[in-house]
């Protein structure tokens, strides 16, 4: 058997956090990152194992080790990760923020608005 040149070597891969195993009570016990390219690194044990195991559906980045293949997918031992939906999001959320705390509203900005509702009020009585 042919030893794999990449094995040992750092990689970095951005992916989704999927389930790959589970335990009789059907708990997550193993998972894999599954890239856009369709690859898929089988996360071996580590310090972080646990934490990721709670990131399922998670987008992210993970730098690692190249192990060995088991059960035909290839291996990493991640050593860190950098979640990106997370990251995106709080973003938009600031952006979001920051463009309301630029306006106030109120009901004389918009009073064509105002006058449509209150034709709809009285229509209802």
Not at 8 to 37: C, E, F, Y
Not at 94 to 116: G, L, R, V
Request: hydrophobic residues 30%; glycine residues 6%.
């Amino acid at each position: 058997m042919m030893r794999d040149s990449k094995i040992g070597r750092q990689l970095t891969v951005k992916g989704i956090v999927t389930p790959s195993d589970w335990d009789d009570d059907g708990n997550v016990t193993a998972v894999v990152v599954s890239t856009p390219s369709e690859e898929e690194y089988l996360v071996e044990r580590s310090d972080l194992t646990e934490e990721l195991l709670g990131l399922l559906g998670a987008e992210l980045v993970v730098t690692g080790t190249i192990g060995p293949e088991k059960r035909g997918i290839k291996t990493i031992a991640v050593r860190r990760y950098e979640l990106l939906e997370e990251d995106e999001e709080e973003e938009e959320l600031e952006e979001e923020e920051e463009f309301y705390e630029e306006k106030e509203f109120s009901d004389e900005e918009f009073p064509e608005e105002e006058e449509e509702l209150e034709e709809e009020e009285e229509k209802e009585w």
